[in-house]
């Protein structure tokens, strides 16, 4: 079964303004992580944004935030203040009794001056 | 701040052929994972080892297998390569023991296999 499931394979933002990138999951543990990473164009997998599912807050790193709705089971990403550097596929995923990440199929973002 | 180091970064192979791909861990990382990403897909987990030995297994082929040395640095060997393992390898690593779902990977900067 998909653990991960982001329904936006594509979208647009101008430039300056919010976007956000939809994300669910599925699983029947109690103790969950929940990841962002950006792969720009250069292929490489970094590190945005982390959210525990026993955590009470929703999670800021900069630009990025985390609106985590546990009973809904969404963990969507929100970047504020798009930049022309955030083009980028963004990959959720997440981690539960299994060692591994599992990943979402990812959303293209194209940011528009 | 060091990051995970992957070689090499680009390598072409014949079918049939044998292939090893390296990876080093940030120090004092002590897990090391191993995902494979086809063109267009998402990453998908190959196989993980924590202080030296296999944690976990996901869809690798028989005809891979990986291992971790002493200083913790990773091996991914690749035998009898179809046109089908032309993908990017990506090795991530974490610090905390293995089975907190909380411990981040960090993923360096993939090796792209390309198989003629």
Known sequence: AQKITQTQPGMFVQEKEAVTLDCTYDTSDQSYGLFWYKQPSSGEMIFLIYQGSYDEQNATEGRYSLNFQKARKSANLVISASQLGDSAMYFCAMRDNDYKLSFGAGTTVTVRA | ?116
């Not at chain 2, 090391?32 to 924590?50: A, H």
């Not at chain 2, 990986?66 to 032309?86: I, R, T």
Request: net charge negative; glycine share 6%; charged share 20%.
């Open chain 2, 1 to 116: 701040a060091a990051g995970v180091i992957q070689s090499p970064r680009h390598l072409i192979k014949e079918k049939r052929e044998t292939a090893t791909l390296k990876c080093y861990p940030i120090p004092r990382h002590d897990t090391v994972y191993w995902y494979q990403q086809g063109p267009g897909q998402d990453p998908q987990f190959l196989i993980s080892f924590y202080e030296k030995m296999q944690s976990d297994k996901g869809s690798i082929p028989d005809r891979f297998s990986a291992q971790q040395f002493s200083d913790y640095h990773s091996e991914l060997n690749m035998s009898s390569l179809e046109l089908g393992d032309s993908a990017l390898y990506f090795c991530a690593s974490s610090s905390t023991p293995s089975g907190a779902y909380t411990d981040t990977q960090y993923f360096g900067p993939g090796t792209r296999l390309t198989v003629l």
